[in-house]
Structures are given as C-alpha cells and as structure tokens.
C-alpha cells in the first residue's frame, strides 16, 4: 500500500526542502517526482561537487545521498555534516553496502540507510519519519519561544522587602529542601517559586500545577499518574507532573486547597521520594523539589483542623514571605515601566507618554489585588488609552471629579462644578477669563495640584498654565480656593 500523508502533514511538508544526489539520472528522475508531491523544493546533483555548490546557496531540510560517487563519495562529503548552520537529515543509499559502511554511515549521523534496489515506498517511510521528528522539533522551539515570551521570571522592584526577597530566593536556591511560600493573591509566588528553581541550576523543567483548580477526584492522578485501566476512562497510562518534573521543581500553588486525603499521599511522597502511580503495585523513585504556595496562613488552617500538621512541618522547611504591594510601593517607581514596556510589547500598542506623576498618584492607593492588580491597570490604560493618575481614580470608584466651591468676585453667588458641568452653566456675568480660570482651577485641583496631568487634560503645555498662575497672582484676582 503506497505511502500517503494526512492532509496537515502534507502542508506542513511543503516548507521542506530536499536535495537528491546520484550519479544515476533514473533514480533522480524517480525520486524527484515522488518527492516533489511532498515538498515544494527537491533540486538534484549527480556529484559532491555539485551537491556542495548547491549547498552552499539554499537550505536543505533533507538530504537523500548515495554513498557510491564518481569522485568524492557521499560518506567523504564532510561539509554536509560539519556545517551546523546548515544541518539537514540525510538519508544514506547504496548498492555495495557492508558493515564498515554503515558503521562509517551511522557515525557520521545518518538519519536512515537504505540499500539498492529499494522499494519507493520503503524511502518515503524514511523521508516521513526523518520530517516528523524534524517537525516535532519545530513545535517544540515554536512552545519553548511562546512559553518564554509570556512567562516573566524577573522579580522587579528596590524596596527594601523586595531586596530582602531576592536575598532568600538566592539563600534557599541550592538546597534540595521544601520551599513554602506564603502571601496574599496577586503578589508573584509563583513567580517566586521560578526564581527558586532558576537559580538552583536543576536540570530538570519548572511545572506547576493549581491544586485549587483540580478536582479532588482527579488530583492525584495528575501529580502521581496512572495505569491503563485504572479507573473508568483511563484507556491509557500517564505519567503524573512527578515523574514530568523530574530533575527539577513541582510548584503545588494553592497547597491549602489540596484534600486532607492527597495531603496524607504528599507527605509519604515528601518522605520516601517514591510515588506510586493509581492502579499500580510498583513504586516509582523521583527526583523533584516541592516549592509550595498559599494565600491562607497555613499554620492557623494547622490550628482549625484544615491542614496536616506533618505536612505543613515537612513543607515549612524554608520559608518565604511575601510582602503585599502596599507595603512595598517604593517598588511602583520600576514596577510601572516594567509592565508598561512589556505590555506595550505583546499588545502592540505605541509607547504612551506618561508623567512621573502617574505614578506617584498611584501611591495613595493601598492594592488590594496587589501586583496583579496594578499589571491589569496598566494593561486597560494602555488599550484605553487613559493615563494611571486619571483612571486610578475610575478604577477606585471615584467617577466623579471632587466638587468645588467658588465665590465670584463680582457677587455673592456660590456654584459648585461637577465633573466639568455645572447645573446651570456658568454665570452669564462672568467675564471669558473667569471661565477659563474655574476650568483651570478645577482641573488642577481635581489631580490633586498636579498642573502637568491638569495641562494633559487641557490639551496644553505645563508652561501654559504656571504663566496663567503667575498672571492671576499679579492681578490679585479674589478667587479662593
């Protein structure tokens, strides 16, 4: 039966690129018809020579070589091999073949070798499996680069609690101990655990898993894996993030969610560095730091009979506090243009002209939802196109711009302007540079004496409005504030 591709391989293929190189014009002729319903470049050459030639000039994603060569032989071509900026498999043929030759073949890194005369289908089966594993391989680099650009390990900030948390996670790095983690939602555990696992030189991946996010019925097939058979819909074995994360770091994020029944399981697991995958008689040793994390205070849930207290002595090994955002503002001063920069970035958005009193205003704002919290501020600033100082300030309820009072020079009648509108205008007997003065003084007092937001928001230069100031204070009009 003639080999064929699915029709996702078969464009996916079409990037390829192959060289055929034989002295024989027929078996060119041949391959080259075969290969070129695959891929959309197939060049040939009869010699090294000129294989090498058109090495030189195009990439090759596979290379079908005859060893047996007028001049040269394939196995002598040790530019093909020796190029690392141009590798390409390389699918050896011959019709002399012994087992010094392929020896010779297989050492050079031959993808697959195939002996003279050949079925076609026989080289199609070596071509696909040769485009496969180079197609795996792609992806792999295509999630590695995705995974990478999303996932932020750096921990940014020079207050002083951050400073002393870069100094535990550098402390705690090299040892094989638990790490807790412990601190409110949206301060980086998670991001805490990474540097852990970063700069304690595992060789082994970083996984992290929600034990929140889980079903209790589910949790511990996912960390320990299971058995075909062992449980209605388990068609197939599978390794649990144990064993995937073996050589380096599990990070159990929301520990005080976990189960008492999986807690019980995880402390055997901690103890004996064995798991016993569900449905299975054989134990399994691995080879994995736990770095675990909560938001609770895991010692009160200890106290309320919610949390093992082995479990919490055999996690609390060493131990990381995380300070929330409103006891770290100095931070805000790197945190702002770290995500503004890097948001600007993923969203495509143009870098936004922000005043350094967009950040201080922010100062007065306690956090709640922490550093998450502010990313998202950020992230809605920027698609709104709004600076933080003003939309702080919708975020935090206050819709409204703060009423004034103002007494008119020319009279006894007191008004009070909301959000830009009075309820009947401003008085008919007011002179043009009253109006503009209340606007003026309005917005200025609305961000907080802040005259280059207030010039923002006017659509004017700061200098505009310090000379206003200087005028009105010449004049010695008698406005009060």
């Known amino acids: 039966m003639p080999v064929s591709l699915d029709p996702l391989k078969a464009s996916q293929y079409q990037a390829f690129s192959v060289l055929v190189v034989?002295?024989?014009?027929?078996?060119?002729?041949?391959?080259n018809?075969?290969?070129?319903?695959?891929?959309?470049?197939?060049?040939?050459?009869?010699?090294?020579?000129?294989?090498?030639?058109?090495?030189l000039t195009n990439h090759y994603d596979l290379i079908v070589l005859d060893i047996n060569l007028p001049g040269r032989s394939g196995i002598e071509w040790e530019e093909a091999f020796n190029d690392q900026d141009k590798k390409a498999d390389v699918i050896f043929m011959t019709g002399y073949a012994d087992l010094e030759t392929a020896i010779s073949a297989l050492k050079l890194g031959a993808s697959d070798f195939i002996l003279k005369p050949f079925n076609l289908d026989q080289m199609l089966q070596a071509v696909q499996r040769c485009m496969d594993k180079r197609l795996e391989q792609r992806h792999q680099l295509a999630l590695k680069h995705e995974f990478k650009r999303h996932i932020k390990t750096e921990i940014v900030g020079g207050s002083e609690k951050t400073k002393q948390l870069k100094q535990l996670i550098t402390q705690?790095?090299?040892?094989?101990?638990?790490?807790?983690?412990e601190g409110e939602s949206g301060t980086g555990k998670e991001l805490v655990a990474?540097?852990?696992?970063?700069?304690?030189?595992?060789?082994?991946?970083?996984?992290?898993?929600?034990?929140g996010a889980i079903a209790p019925e589910l949790l511990e097939s996912e960390l320990f894996g299971h058995t075909a058979g062992a449980f209605t819909g388990a068609k197939k074995s599978r390794e649990g993030l144990f064993r995937v994360a073996s050589g380096g770091t599990l990070f159990l994020d929301e520990i005080g969610e976990m189960p008492l029944t999986m807690q019980s399981a995880l402390l055997r697991v901690l103890e004996q560095r064995t798991i016993r995958?569900?449905?299975?008689?054989?134990?399994?040793?691995?080879?994995?730091?736990?770095?675990?994390?909560?938001?609770r205070n895991l010692q009160e849930e200890v106290n309320k009979g919610n949390f093992r207290s082995d479990l919490y002595y055999r996690l609390n090994v060493l131990k990381i506090d995380v300070a929330p955002l409103k006891e770290r503002k100095a931070d805000l001063i790197e945190l702002v243009p770290f995500f503004t920069k890097m948001l600007i970035a993923e969203l495509g958005m143009p870098d936004p002209k922000w005043a350094h009193e967009d950040i201080h205003a922010m100062n007065d704002y306690d956090w709640?939802?922490?550093?998450?919290?502010?990313?998202?501020?950020?992230?809605?600033?920027?698609?709104?196109?709004?600076?933080?100082a003003?939309?702080?300030?919708?975020?935090?309820?206050?819709?409204?711009?703060?009423?004034?009072?103002?007494t008119v020079s020319s009279g006894a009648e007191l008004i009070e302007i909301n959000d830009g509108v009075t309820s009947s205008g401003y008085p008919n007997t007011w002179a043009l540079k009253e109006v503009e003065r209340a606007h003026i003084e309005q917005l200025v007092d609305f961000h907080d004496g802040n005259k280059s937001?207030?010039?923002?928001?006017?659509?004017?230069?700061?200098?505009?409005?310090?000379?206003?100031?200087?005028?009105?204070?010449?004049?010695?009009?008698?406005?009060?504030d």
């Not at 034989?22 to 391959?31: A, K, S, V």
């Not at 998450?372 to 698609?383: P, T």
């Not at 003003?390 to 103002?406: A, C, D, F, Q």
Request: with cysteine; charged share 30%.
């Open 33 to 55: 018809k075969a290969l070129s319903k695959w891929f959309a470049k197939v060049d040939c050459a009869g010699s090294i020579e000129e294989a090498e030639a058109l090495r």
């Open 453 to 480: 937001a207030a010039a923002r928001d006017l659509g004017v230069a700061r200098k505009t409005l310090e000379r206003k100031y200087k005028e009105w204070d010449s004049e010695g009009s008698s406005y009060a």
């Open 390 to 406: 003003h939309y702080w300030r919708e975020v935090n309820g206050e819709h409204l711009k703060p009423s004034i009072t103002m």
């Open 172 to 181: 705690f790095a090299p040892s094989r101990a638990s790490v807790l983690v």
């Open 277 to 295: 995958p569900v449905g299975s008689e054989k134990e399994v040793t691995v080879d994995v730091r736990v770095v675990a994390a909560t938001n």
């Open 22 to 31: 034989d002295d024989e014009i027929g078996m060119q002729t041949i391959l």
């Open 368 to 388: 709640p939802g922490n550093i998450r919290e502010l990313k998202n501020l950020i992230e809605r600033c920027i698609l709104l196109g709004k600076p933080p």
């Open 194 to 211: 990474r540097g852990v696992h970063e700069a304690s030189g595992r060789s082994g991946p970083f996984v992290p898993i929600n034990c």
